[in-house]
């Protein structure tokens, strides 16, 4: 129970903390933010019912932050070009469906 806690705690910093703040700002993203925020929802959600693990969560937040990360430099010139936004989806793409296996992989948390 403590270490479900501790892992949600740990993605509502990422989520709030990380992109949360570059959300009210990104006008050129607004469909790759709200597929960060679907994304981090669901990794959320494996983390309460028990679908993943620790370590599988903290290599899913890991890769939601490289797209954060990836987003905030291309928004660093003012601009997100539509060739930097298509990269973004790919990313996003190449990430939901690790997502699915993780939670669904039968690897359970610890209760």
């Avoid at 790759?32 to 929802?41: A, M």
């Amino acid at each position: 129970m403590m270490k479900k806690a501790i892992a949600t705690a740990v993605a509502a910093v990422f989520v709030f903390g990380t992109i949360g703040t570059g959300f009210a700002a990104s006008t050129d993203t607004p469909r790759v933010d709200q597929r960060q925020i679907n994304q981090q929802q669901r990794i959320d959600q494996g983390v309460q019912s028990g679908q993943l693990t620790e370590k599988e969560t903290a290599r899913l937040n890991a890769q939601q932050k490289r797209i954060a990360d990836r987003e905030a430099r291309m928004k660093s010139d003012g601009k997100v070009t539509a060739r930097e936004r298509a990269r973004l989806h790919r990313q996003q793409d190449r990430s939901s469906p690790n997502i699915y296996k993780q939670k669904h992989d039968r690897q359970r948390t610890a209760e």
